[in-house]
């Protein structure tokens, strides 16, 4: 069976769809954040942009992964197939989650940081806490690939 479908585009599909729902979020957040500062006449805080970009990455890792999927040895057989598609899909989804849910954790930045000014590398630490997972997914499937 050929490679090509499903095996490698599942971790990146699945990742980016992640990224998608979680910077929405964010970046929701954002928005309301800015609103609040125009309408009380207030400089509104640029630097909650880093929040927002965040959930970002988890889209490069699983583009990392399919790029990694696509280049292992597998055995042309059925069996290794499906187990290319199920690392794709179940890595994919473990990254996807990690941004989606790095998206909602910044959007609880975005308003902290915007109600007390303070706290920046902090919010940042939690969602770099959050990232890690997807990191971990990314380099743990890597490993587990043939070479």
Do not use: H
């Not at 990694?68 to 597998?74: D, G, L, P, S, Y």
């Amino acid at each position: 069976m050929v490679a090509g479908l499903g095996d490698m585009n599942f971790s990146l599909a699945f990742a980016a769809i992640g990224s998608a729902l979680g910077t929405g979020v964010a970046g929701m957040s954002a928005i309301g954040v800015w609103k609040k500062a125009f309408l009380q006449n207030k400089t509104a805080p640029f630097i909650i942009i880093a929040f927002v970009g965040a959930p970002l990455t988890q889209t490069f890792y699983g583009l990392i992964l399919r790029n990694k999927i696509q280049a292992a040895n597998f055995p042309p057989e059925v069996s290794n197939y499906v187990m290319q598609m199920i690392i794709g899909l179940v890595a994919g989804l473990a990254m996807g989650i990690s941004a989606y849910m790095q998206g909602k954790a910044a959007a609880s930045a975005c308003d902290a940081l915007a109600e007390t000014g303070k706290g920046f590398a902090n919010y940042m630490l939690v969602l770099g806490i959050i990232e890690t997972v997807a990191l971990f997914v990314m380099i743990l499937c890597m490993i587990a690939l043939p070479v």
